[in-house]
């Protein structure tokens, strides 16, 4: 057969610079052909002896038979393969074997309608590209079915293996809502995130370990649990927030864990705090709620920022509000105790840090105003979690709620998901919690 293209010589029987463009190792590009729906690549491979699979006897060949892959694309157009297998015979009389047709895990899985390159793009774009399903198959120039129920296994495969659970020795968790519908039909509307937060050269972000349904202690700890000792003997570190049934599980299950009270959940708990105080006495001075002209209201998102980061207008501001009425004490107090939260986490040392955590721990339950007061008996009753984080360099559950940020993503971009299988295995994908390598020759 000639060679269609330009710097192929006609005399020669193959074209390595167009194999080599190709890029399918072992196989001769026949020809190109353009469709009005695709790129259509013959070719075949260059093996020429094989061995009978099942007695190893050199077979002989018996024909070719066409076989039709979609590839990944090529310059933006869908790519077929048209391989053309070779046929064997087997002339041993006494092997079961007859005849069998050639086979390439390189190129396709046996009845694969997709080729490996296809499937290896397709997870490409999915992890890193925020690709949808549908837009992968519109590229493929196929069907959505038959781009999921390719991808699909991989990432099962990739999911079910053990050795991603291996290295951990900080974990995180929280929750997040992955459907807003009756849950008599749906299932749990929660999910909770369990994130490896470990940093190391092999470790370089945090990822996402598993999702489970539901939203309790009980599940965090049936998930603790199934691990193995192995697994929770490993872990040095969970962070979590101020929830007491993830405290429990963690104590439960992870006795020679330390467990780290995150900072931003406690920096919200004196944040709201605070916001039920300026409420309060915004109702108990003018009978009403927060309006436009109220000098509680006007200052409202100044009182939950940081009075390091404000202005000069604006520190002014804060002051007109508090000396407007003698009730407005009360808030100017909460405001300062609250500020002193925030600044624990901003010591110039872990040391004074914990000295300024431990007073605030020891003062703000005697407060006069009971939301500060409910306040330190909380932080009084997370005192060890609290007081870790200065003992393990910070540790905080951050990175978690980041995780949570690329799930929120994905899920916006896939406009909802209705199968929770699905919705795991995507998820672990986005968030580094497969490496599907091992599966797909990634």
Known sequence: MSHPTCCCCASLDRCDRCDLLVGLEGFHLMSVARTPGALVLDVESCNQLVGCPGCGVIAQGHGRMVVEVIDAPWA?????????????????????????????????????????????????????????????????????????????PCLQAASDDPARFAGVRVLGVDEHVWHHQDRRRRGPREFTGIVDLTRGEDHPTARLLDLVPGRSGTVYKNWLEE????????????????????????????????SVLDAFHIVKLAGDALDEVRRRVQQDTTGHRGRKGDPLYQIRLLLRASRDRLTKRQKERLREAFVADEAHISVEVAYLLTQQVREVFHQDTPAQGQRLAVRLIESLPACPIPEIARLGRTLRKWKDAFLAYFDTGGASNGPTEAINGIIELGRRTARGYRNPTNYQLRMLLIAGGLDASTHTQL
């Open 76 to 152: 933006g157009i869908p790519t077929r393969i048209r391989w053309h297998k070779r046929r064997w015979i087997c002339r041993e009389t006494t092997c079961q074997t007859v005849t069998f047709l050639e086979h390439d895990e390189r190129v396709c899985a046996p009845r694969a309608r997709l080729g490996a390159r296809a499937i290896r793009w397709a997870i490409r774009q999915l992890r890193f590209e925020g690709a949808t399903i549908a837009g992968l198959a519109r590229q493929l120039a196929t069907t959505w079915n038959t781009v999921w129920s390719h991808i699909k």
């Open 227 to 258: 691990r193995g000792e192995q697994f929770r003997s490993g872990i040095q570190i969970a962070t979590l927030d101020p929830f007491q049934g993830y405290k429990n599980a963690i104590d439960d299950q992870l006795q020679d864990a330390t």
